[in-house]
């Protein structure tokens, strides 16, 4: 072979591979949003229905406005079912807990950056917090919570998301400022910008490709966090994963359409998120890897 043809054989293998991949993971979301429209006889049948037919919006309507007909297998309890009240607690919850792991991320981060305000180890350290099991803290947590009145409250459920997810802000955070020249904070100071000022109006913003990057990844683990807030949480607090697991009863089995409907919900937000960032998360994702 030419080494234009091995080039062109090398290009289409890597095509081939990624096309391959890009259909592994898109499959599940396709299952999931087909099987939201499949009608109840359809979800456990084989040869499997690719395309439900006809189309049902059956599911939807019986989770997201509590439709659901008795004398038609829905014998689950629809009054302990409130997917608008979970969507805003985890709006909330996600979204406050990230905001502020990012922002006093990005102060540790600056000060590990530019005053190593903790050593390699300590930031290993720091890490290694963030993979302790959430069972292993959860049962003493809960004790703790019930002693103090946190528990089922949106204040217990956000601080544990935010000493959760500010490791991640920092290490991430962290790679981004040190891109950022020296030079650049100095000339601030030069004329006259205070330290803190010279972070917010000079450093912070030319990272912000970074902190949106940072912001999306801590977004999605605090979205997705199940096992804390069905622990810690009772009936006030409780959040979409949550939410999701009440779709499966002793006598009807596993109603994986109205879950599909339901986890369509729950996608839907991140993906809106993602589209309107997707300019500053191509960008965040690559800062940093060329070099000045």
């Known amino acids: ?61 019986d989770v997201w406005l509590g439709t659901t007909d008795v004398a038609a297998g829905g014998q689950y309890a629809m009054e302990m079912q409130t997917p608008f009240w979970a969507l805003r607690n985890s709006m909330m919850l996600a979204f406050g807990s990230t905001a502020l792991a990012v922002l006093y991320g990005s102060i540790i981060a600056y000060a590990v950056s530019r005053y190593r305000l903790l050593s390699e180890t300590r930031m290993f350290q720091l890490l290694m917090l963030r993979m302790v099991p959430p069972i292993v803290i959860v049962a003493p947590l809960s004790l703790y919570y019930s002693y103090i009145g946190l528990l089922d409250s949106m204040v217990g459920l956000g601080v544990l998301y935010f000493l959760s997810s500010l490791p991640y802000a920092v290490w991430m955070t962290k790679s981004f400022i040190d891109e950022v020249p020296r030079e650049v904070e100095q000339a601030a100071e030069i004329l006259g910008a205070s330290r803190w000022r010279t972070i917010f109006e000079v450093v912070l913003p030319l990272i912000r490709s970074g902190l949106v990057a940072t912001f999306m990844f801590i977004l999605i683990l605090n979205w997705s966090e199940y096992l804390l ?39 839907v937000p991140l993906m809106i998120v993602g589209l309107l960032i997707r300019k500053h998360l191509a960008r965040g994702f690559s800062f940093g890897m060329v070099r000045r």
């Open 1 to 61: 072979m030419t080494r234009t043809q091995k080039r062109y054989a090398a290009s289409a293998t890597r095509y081939a591979i990624l096309t391959v991949w890009a259909l592994m993971v898109a499959f599940p979301l396709y299952w999931m949003i087909t099987t939201s429209f499949k009608a109840s006889d359809q979800w456990f049948s084989w040869p499997p229905v690719w395309l439900p037919s006809p189309p049902t919006l059956e599911n939807y309507s």
């Open 229 to 267: 807030a069905l622990i810690l949480s009772k009936t006030h607090m409780v959040t979409l994963p949550v939410e999701l697991s009440k779709f499966e009863g002793s006598t009807e089995g596993r109603l994986f359409g109205r879950q599909a409907a339901l986890s369509v919900g729950i996608t």
